[in-house]
T-cell receptor, first 116, second 112 residues
């Protein structure tokens, strides 16, 4: 079974530029998560989708971050414009859902973003 | 607001030791708790998932316990090996005011 795929693996941009990350979850997983992990910290949930609907985006900086999951499969996370403090690893995860409960989360390899 | 604390922040042990990693959380309204391992520069690997109705889960040399009422989970690693060196993260998930919250992790180094 293929795991969670993410691209690109690394990205370096100048501040005020825009960037987009892509995630393809495990086949059949209805729930998709985007996390931000700053060096030395645990991941922080940015947004959670159930199929193509948003379950939680309370920690997403909506003035600069946006995410979509068209057709309930792949997802993209965009930052526009980027700030220095956005330098982090962006992790995508997916899980299946049973009777409304979220199951085990599986993570992709992440995208390491450096903003100069 | 859910807060997750992992103690100790770092741990160095000789190979073969049994060890316990601790995770505490402030809001007991969780439906599961997951333990992960993260190797440097890599993504997270799921180790164990404990549902709120369970007390413990075992996988090989790993055993995780959950005491929801006291807001605690422990990860027990038996007969540690150098390959166990990594950062271990716990993450309770709930409904209502929070979803998944991660602790900062315990960085483990097992010396050969």
């Amino acid at each position: 079974e293929a795991g969670v795929a993410q691209s690109p693996r690394y990205k370096i941009i100048e501040k005020r530029q825009s960037v987009a990350f892509w995630c393809n979850p495990i086949s059949g997983h209805a729930t998709l998560y985007w996390y931000q992990q700053i060096l030395g910290q645990g991941p922080k949930l940015l947004i959670q989708f159930q199929n193509n609907g948003v379950v939680d985006d309370s920690q997403l900086p909506k003035d600069r971050f946006s995410a979509e999951r068209l057709k309930g499969v792949d997802s993209t996370l965009k930052i526009q414009p980027a700030k220095l403090e956005d330098s982090a690893v962006y992790l995508c995860a997916s899980s299946s859902t049973t009777l409304g409960a979220y199951n085990e989360q599986f993570f992709g390899p992440g995208t390491r973003l450096t903003v100069l | 607001k859910q807060e997750v604390t992992q103690i100790p922040a770092a741990l160095s042990v000789p190979e073969g030791e049994n060890l316990v990693l601790n995770c505490s959380f402030t809001d007991s309204a969780i439906y599961n708790l997951q333990w992960f391992r993260q190797d440097p520069g890599k993504g997270l690997t799921s180790l164990l998932l404990i549902q709120s109705s369970q007390r413990e889960q075992t996988s090989g040399r790993l055993n995780a316990s959950l005491d929801k009422s006291s807001g605690r989970s422990t990860l027990y690693i038996a007969a540690s090996q150098p390959g166990d060196s990594a950062t271990y993260l716990c993450a309770p998930s709930g409904t209502g005011g929070f979803k998944t919250i991660f602790g900062a992790g315990t960085r483990l180094f097992v010396k050969a």
